[in-house]
């Protein structure tokens, strides 16, 4: 059943250079099926036009206004560790995704709004781990 939360997936800017762009369409797909509204790094915020400042404020009011986070943090990434802290400001719940052979900053697993740790190979493996923790939510 589809719940009326908003969720925000976020990762780190430059895997789009390295070609995850088609990953983060897939994940926005699939968890639009389990969220009222989903938004996500790309496409949503990716291509920013505001100032750094402004781009701040608003990262910050969009992860206020969220009632899940989804993290991809296989890639240690300033803008990411910033939005993480953000969420442990705000209170707002966090699953974090790892891409079995990376290794996830040690910093960015210990939020203390992590709910949940998702170790995936690829995209066919992540789907199911989400709809798993979509059901426990």
């Known amino acids: 059943m589809k719940s009326k939360m908003k969720v925000y997936i976020m990762g780190p800017k430059q895997l789009a250079a390295k ?3 088609p990953f983060y369409e897939n994940i926005v797909a ?3 099926n389990y969220f009222g509204k989903v938004v996500c790094t790309y496409p ?3 291509d920013s036009k505001r100032s750094p400042r ?3 404020n608003f990262m910050k009011s969009v992860i206020k206004s969220c ?3 989804i993290a991809e943090v296989s890639t ?3 803008g990411l560790g910033i939005e993480l802290e953000m969420a442990v400001t705000y209170k707002i719940p966090v699953i974090a995704l790892v891409r079995e052979g990376q290794k996830a900053s040690h910093l960015a697993l ?3 709004v992590l709910r949940r740790i998702i170790t995936y190979k690829d995209q066919k ?6 709809a798993r923790a979509f059901a426990a939510l």
């Open 125 to 130: 493996d992540l789907n199911p781990k989400l």
């Open 44 to 46: 949503d915020f990716w």
């Open 110 to 112: 210990g939020v203390p």
């Open 19 to 21: 070609g995850a762009i």
């Open 54 to 56: 402004s781009h701040y």
């Open 30 to 32: 699939f968890t639009k």
């Open 67 to 69: 009632d899940y986070l």
């Open 76 to 78: 240690p990434a300033t």
